[in-house]
């Protein structure tokens, strides 16, 4: 019969089949059984065993506490979640409570020590329409994407006509780390299945995606009475994906739902498309042959090429925009507008280039303040960056162009947000252990020194009893299970006081307490236990205070991103002689002098071969003209350079169409679809 100590580990254990369940005793978290033996054998960990009673030996893998993120991170990379199972009562007499706190996923993560500072981790969910009987496929899927790190939460549908290539192409940009799937869908092998077979899945029960409940839960969870606000009122499956993921945050780290307090529903077909195909032989965010190269070889790409951000928001928001190239030439031109000033004021980019670096990824520590989870290191980070806001707006107060200009206006310095840090939170440097800062809270200062008169009482013990007792050796001591005593050697014990209470026999003397020390003691443990608590309800208040202003810091953070990818754009344009093209409505296509980015980038200073491109506009056939060019054919031996020359004008066109500018002497683009 199990023992109550494992019956407890049974129970926890039951209710989350499909985690590997980190269980707390003591300084490690454990892993039982199969977890265990899994474990093991993915962290190269010693596999032990552990008796829970008379034939009850059960394999062991257990890890530090202190360590457990980087564990964890590791089993999570591989596609295991992760349930932390902590105390949740103190130790003492009986069996110690514990509870589930987090179940760490792929998809959840938002532990810093885990996220790529670079890239976004995404949780998506697709939700299956009801099948044509016709075809025997969907009649409409949706498709719901979060990203838990900073909050962003976005919807979409597509009709049959758009499937799957539609479904896939965004899927491909996205790269979820997991997509929640119905059971029936995780469970039966169909074209739909099919569709996401790259992809990590986790299985939801089949009512999560029903478009009703789908609608009531997402109206509860804004606070509303209707979805029409958010742009999906009418999209009964992108609602179903979006309510997906609300319930499995909800239930696997509930604390995360704070961030989503918007959604955005979007149509693909305002950008340019592109599959996995595409994006891996353009090498746009990654290497086609990523698993094979070399360092050289992980930066030959588009991103690395025009990356010269400077924060880490800024970096995952230019990763967004080469794939998510735009079709709407107003869009474009009020980006290249942005792109062309700053590339024509060498001293604007000169001011902003310092205050932009080493900003911080602002945008994330804003999340972990709205979550409660913020550490007063990273509150003194924000007010830091917040404090760079001014000087960014006074820098661009006299830039003409609209993008720049709006960008002014959103950044919102959040002066009283970062005031209230820096008057509320302590120097991590400082040896006190509290988080708060002396002077914020008189209460919290009450007994701050209240403690310290204690402890001032307790180290001038020592003196004041040598000189009573005239023992010179005497010594006053501290450990976990007498608390505070005197020391006396065994040669003075004649000479102790009538008050002194023997506690110990030691090898060289006897230890002691006095009516008066226990006093002192007690009073400096309950302050010290006063001083924790209230510690941490000011604290917690303090980072729910500060989460009012979540939406002030999301808009600011927004626009320093943004300014940053627009420098960055400047920056590498003006170093690698860029021009910025010119968008036209038509189809023609005619680029002199072009240049393939990343080859070129990748020379070391040679010099690459430019050529030219010229596709003419269909509608300009005329007398003179009847046959419009519409079609090339390239010929030469292997290695000449044909498909490095489709790339390139691949990707020069691609480039015009997130707003950059590009690698040739003139380019017309009429956009692409």
């Given at each position: 019969?199990p023992t109550?100590?494992?019956?407890?580990?049974?129970?926890i254990?039951?209710r989350?089949?499909?985690?590997l369940?980190a269980y707390?005793i003591g300084?490690?978290?454990e892993?039982?059984?199969?977890d265990?033996?899994?474990?093991a054998?993915?962290?190269?960990l010693t596999?032990?065993?552990r008796?829970?009673g008379?034939g009850?030996?059960?394999p062991?893998a257990?890890?530090p506490t202190h360590?457990i993120?980087v564990?964890?991170?590791?089993?999570?990379a591989?596609g295991?979640?992760v349930?932390i199972?902590d105390q949740?009562?103190?130790p003492?007499r009986?069996?110690?409570?514990?509870?589930?706190t987090r179940?760490l996923?792929?998809?959840?993560?938002v532990?810093?020590g885990?996220?790529?500072?670079?890239r976004?981790?995404?949780l998506?969910a697709v939700a299956?329409?009801?099948r044509?009987?016709?075809?025997?496929l969907?009649?409409?899927?949706?498709?719901?994407w979060a990203?838990a790190?900073?909050?962003a939460?976005?919807?979409?549908q597509w009709s049959?006509d758009?499937?799957?290539?539609?479904?896939?192409?965004e899927l491909?940009?996205l790269?979820p780390?997991?997509v929640?799937?119905?059971?029936?869908?995780?469970?039966?092998?169909t074209?739909e299945?099919?569709?996401l077979?790259p992809?990590?899945l986790?299985?939801?029960?089949?009512?999560?995606?029903?478009?009703?409940?789908?609608r009531?839960?997402?109206?509860?969870h804004f606070?509303?009475?209707?979805?029409a606000?958010?742009?999906c009122?009418?999209l009964?499956?992108?609602?179903?994906?979006a309510?997906?993921?609300?319930?499995y945050i909800?239930?696997?780290?509930?604390?995360l739902?704070?961030?989503l307090?918007?959604?955005?529903?979007y149509?693909?077909?305002?950008?340019?498309e592109?599959?996995?195909?595409?994006?891996?032989a353009?090498e746009?965010?990654?290497p086609a042959?990523?698993?094979s190269g070399g360092?050289?070889q992980q930066?030959?790409?588009l991103?690395?090429t025009l990356d010269?951000t400077r924060?880490p928001?800024?970096a995952?928001?230019l990763?967004?925009?080469?794939l998510?190239?735009?079709?709407?030439?107003?869009?474009l031109?009020?980006?290249?507008?942005?792109?062309a000033?700053l590339?024509?004021r060498?001293?604007?980019?000169q001011?902003?280039a310092?205050?932009?670096a080493?900003?911080g990824d602002?945008?994330?520590l804003?999340a972990?303040i709205a979550q409660?989870a913020?550490?007063?290191?990273?509150?003194l980070?924000?007010?830091?960056?917040?404090g760079?806001?001014?000087?960014v707006?006074?820098?661009?107060?006299d830039c003409?162009?609209?993008?720049?200009?709006?960008?002014r206006?959103e950044?919102d310095?959040?002066a009283?947000?970062r005031?209230?840090?820096l008057?509320?939170?302590?120097?991590?440097?400082?040896?006190?252990?509290r988080?708060?800062r002396?002077g914020?809270?008189a209460?919290l200062?009450?007994?701050v020194d209240?403690?310290?008169?204690?402890?001032?009482w307790i180290?001038?013990?020592e003196g004041?009893e040598?000189e009573?007792?005239g023992?010179r050796?005497?010594?006053?001591?501290?450990?976990?299970?007498f608390?505070?005593?005197?020391?006396v050697t065994?040669?003075?014990?004649?000479?102790?006081?009538?008050?002194?209470?023997r506690?110990?026999t030691?090898a060289n003397g006897e230890?002691f307490?006095?009516?008066e020390?226990?006093?002192h003691?007690?009073?400096?443990?309950?302050a010290?236990?006063r001083?924790?608590?209230l510690?941490?309800?000011?604290?917690?208040a303090?980072l729910?205070?500060l989460?009012?202003?979540?939406?002030?810091?999301r808009?600011t953070?927004g626009a320093?991103?943004r300014?940053?990818?627009?420098?960055?754009?400047a920056?590498?344009?003006?170093?690698?002689r860029?021009?910025r093209p010119?968008?036209?409505?038509?189809t023609?296509l005619?680029?002199?002098?072009?240049r393939?980015?990343?080859?070129?980038?990748?020379l070391?200073?040679?010099?690459f071969?430019?050529?030219?491109t010229r596709?003419?506009?269909?509608?300009?056939?005329?007398?003179?003209?009847?046959a419009?060019?519409?079609?090339?054919?390239l010929?030469g031996?292997?290695?000449a350079?044909?498909s490095?020359y489709l790339?390139?004008?691949a990707?020069?066109?691609?480039?015009?169409?997130?707003?950059s500018?590009v690698?040739?002497q003139s380019a017309?683009?009429?956009?692409v679809?």
């Open positions: 019969m109550p100590a494992r019956r407890q580990y049974l129970d254990k039951a989350y089949p499909d985690a369940l707390n300084d490690f978290y892993f039982f059984d199969h265990a033996e899994t474990v054998r993915e962290l190269h596999l032990t065993a008796s829970f008379p009850e030996v059960v062991l257990g890890v360590a993120e564990y964890a991170a590791r089993l999570v591989r295991y979640r349930a199972c949740v009562s103190p003492g009986g069996l110690v409570q514990r509870a589930v179940v996923t792929p998809g959840t993560v532990e810093p885990m996220l790529a500072p670079a976004e981790t995404y998506a299956i329409g009801r044509d009987p016709a075809t025997g969907p009649r409409a899927v949706g498709l719901a990203d790190s900073v909050g939460f976005a919807c979409a049959a758009d499937l799957p290539h539609a479904l896939q192409a491909a940009r790269s780390a997991e929640l799937v119905s059971a029936a869908l995780a469970r039966d092998d074209p299945r099919a569709w077979r992809y990590s986790s299985s939801c029960a089949d009512d999560a995606f029903d478009p009703e409940s789908a009531i839960r997402l109206c509860r606070g509303v009475a209707t979805l606000a958010y742009g009122e009418r009964p499956l992108a609602t179903a994906a309510s997906a993921i609300v319930q909800e239930r696997v780290n509930a604390p739902l704070a961030l307090s918007d959604l955005r529903a149509d693909t077909r305002g950008f340019v592109m599959d996995a195909h595409v994006l891996r353009l746009v965010v990654e042959r990523a698993e360092a050289s930066g030959a790409t991103l690395a010269a924060t928001m800024g995952r928001l990763r967004r925009t080469l998510h190239p735009l079709r709407d030439r107003a869009a031109e009020t980006r290249l507008d942005a792109v000033e590339v024509a060498i001293s604007l980019r001011r902003l310092p205050l932009l080493g900003l602002l945008e994330r804003a972990r409660g913020a550490v007063p290191r990273e509150l980070a924000l007010a830091s960056g917040l760079r806001a001014p000087a707006v006074e820098a661009l107060a003409v162009a609209m993008a720049l200009g709006e960008t206006a950044l310095p959040c009283d947000a005031d209230l840090i008057r509320a939170v302590a120097d991590p440097g400082e040896a006190t252990g988080r708060l002396a914020y809270s209460d200062d009450a007994l209240a403690a310290s008169e204690t402890r001032q180290a001038a013990l004041l040598r009573r007792t023992i050796s005497l010594k006053v001591g501290y450990n976990k299970v608390g505070y005593y005197i020391e065994r040669p003075n014990l004649a000479r102790v006081p009538d008050d002194y209470q506690r110990q030691i230890r307490v006095t009516a020390l226990k006093e003691e007690a009073q400096a443990l309950h010290e236990e001083i924790a608590t510690d941490g309800e000011l604290y917690a303090l729910a205070e989460a009012r202003s979540h939406a002030r810091l808009r953070v320093l991103a300014l940053d990818v627009w420098l960055s754009l920056e590498v344009g003006v170093a690698r860029y021009i010119e968008l036209a409505d038509d023609v005619e680029i002199v002098g072009g393939h980015p990343v080859i070129e980038a990748t070391d200073g040679a010099e071969i430019a050529n030219d596709l003419d506009d269909l509608a300009q056939a005329s007398d003179d003209n009847p419009p060019t519409r079609a090339m054919l010929t031996p292997n290695m350079g044909k490095t790339r390139q004008v990707l020069i066109t691609l480039m015009a169409q997130v707003g500018f690698p040739a017309r683009i009429g956009l679809d």
